[in-house]
Nanobody, 125 residues
Framework: VQVVESGGGSVQAGGSLRLSCVAS????????MGWFRQAPGTEREGIAT???????RYADSVKGRFTISQANTKNSLYLQMNSLKPEDTAMYYC????????????????????WGQGTQVTVSS
């Protein structure tokens, strides 16, 4: 399985960016996929996940500003980021794993098996 992110960049506070992710070679029909981020000197945190059933979860820090969605291509997704703040500056990672029955696709990084290399997002004030 190969996970590849794209779409990072630099933007001023209040601006928007859209990140994309593709998980190729994913062997399961049911999946949990999500976005995680890590700022320098901090631990990686989960910010948004989506299940193959379309269910979503968000961290409080991004709720109402970020939207995770499935793309038309299989095992692909987006993260639309609006009203960006300097504290959103981080390396953003996409991750994927198999979704089990009743699985709510949590935000914990320990749950996810397949990871991309990350894409940098920088928000200036």
């Amino acid at each position: 399985v190969q996970v590849v992110e794209s779409g990072g960049g630099s933007v001023q506070a209040g601006g928007s960016l859209r990140l994309s992710c593709v998980a190729s070679g994913f062997p399961y029909s049911g999946y949990c996929m999500g976005w995680f981020r890590q700022a320098p000197g901090t631990e990686r945190e989960g910010i948004a996940t989506i299940g193959s059933d379309g269910s979503t979860r968000y961290a409080d820090s991004v709720k109402g500003r970020f939207t995770i969605s499935q793309a038309n291509t299989k095992n692909s997704l987006y993260l639309q980021m609006n009203s960006l703040k300097p504290e959103d500056t981080a390396m953003y990672y996409c991750a994927a794993r198999r979704r089990w029955y009743g699985d709510r696709c949590g935000l914990s990084i320990s749950e996810y098996k397949y990871w991309g290399q990350g894409t940098q997002v920088t928000v200036s004030s």
